[in-house]
């Protein structure tokens, strides 16, 4: 069973602060997928990273994956409160299916 | 494009009712589309992974004869919560996979929020 492990589980920060989210795991994942998540709706597609070492850039949302395709990361850039949300990483692995970390819920207070 | 609609947004239902929910991707064909449960503040459950025209592959823990799934084509999957209690209320999403270059994104619907009575 693949885990993917997500960190912070809630950030709180200030308008203007950067942030990181972390999304690591034992296991090599094919891709791995960013979503952003709205209380009461479904999850929307950031970004897709397949290469390892591979950088996105979304505006001021920074997406990495790692060497080894095990880990990645989304750093946030002068949060703003419209950042405000559940963020989900979730890595694919065998058969494409998709594991889902636990989620990073980010509060942005103006 | 990549767009997948759900239906209802929100049901409410007396216990011992059955209640089903539509998934459809709107403007791709998905050859596979997945249901997911989550519960308040935290992350998605896998329930199940349905390929269009065979059984549903149901992850362990979840009752396949509670949890119904058809994929009937491949813009339509449907899941029916028979004979639901209170404990199966949750925010249900499903999402579809499709096919060719962007074959390793999934792509969610809004969500349908159930609250069994």
């Known amino acids: 069973t693949q885990l993917l492990e997500q960190s912070p589980q809630f950030l709180s920060i200030q308008e203007g602060e950067n942030l990181t989210v972390y999304c690591n795991s034992s296991?090599?994942?094919?891709?791995l997928q960013w979503y952003r998540q709205e209380p009461g709706e479904g999850p929307v597609l950031l970004v897709t990273?397949?290469?390892?070492?591979e950088v996105k850039k979304l505006k001021r949302l920074t997406f990495q994956f790692g060497d080894a395709r095990k880990d990645s990361s989304l750093h946030i850039t002068a949060a703003q409160p419209g950042d405000t949300g559940l963020y989900l990483c979730?890595?694919?692995?065998?058969?494409?299916?998709?594991?889902f970390g636990g989620g990073t819920r980010l509060m942005v207070k103006p | 494009g990549a767009v997948v609609s759900q239906h209802p947004s929100r049901v409410i239902c007396k216990s011992g009712t059955s209640v089903k929910i539509e998934c459809r991707s709107l403007d791709f064909q998905a050859t596979t589309m997945f249901w997911y449960r989550q519960f308040p503040k935290q992350s998605l459950m896998l329930m199940a992974t349905?390929?269009?025209?065979?059984?549903?592959?149901?992850e362990q823990g979840v009752e396949k004869d509670k949890f119904l799934i058809n994929h009937a084509s491949l813009t339509l999957s449907t899941l029916t919560v028979t004979s639901a209690h209170p404990e199966d209320s949750s925010f249900y999403i499903c999402?579809?996979?499709?096919?060719?270059?962007?074959?390793?994104?999934?792509?969610f619907g809004p969500g349908t929020r159930l609250t069994v009575l």
């Open positions: 979730a890595g694919a692995g065998a058969g494409n299916m998709l594991t």
């Open positions: 349905s390929n269009e025209g065979s059984k549903a592959t149901y």
């Open positions: 999402s579809a996979r499709g096919v060719g270059g962007r074959g390793n994104e999934q792509f």
């Open positions: 990273v397949v290469t390892g070492g």
């Open positions: 296991s090599v994942f094919s891709s």
